[in-house]
């Protein structure tokens, strides 16, 4: 896991998903996600950005930017309502 923050001033955390056996508590996500992703999260949205790039977890704050970039939005980016009060 991972914290950076990107040049917006946004604190991002990210981490890696692995499948492996449980397989079909994500069967409805899209077949390019069957080996895993790398997943964004802020308190204002979620991204998930498939085929874990190898030495994500030593690349600079401006390269997990540049990968945060290339990941697909999850829902709708919004602040959640317990984070809208800090």
Known sequence: MRHFTDSTG???TVFEVKRGETQARWSY???E???G???FESKFGKRRLTRVPKGWKEAADDELESLLRQ???VG????RE???RE
Do not use: I, Q, S, T
């Open 82 to 84: 317990n984070e809208m």
């Open 29 to 31: 996500l899209p077949a």
């Open 10 to 12: 946004v604190r991002w």
């Open 37 to 39: 992703w790398l997943c």
């Open 76 to 79: 709708a980016d919004r602040p």
């Open 33 to 35: 996600f069957g080996e």
């Open 71 to 73: 990941a697909m939005k």
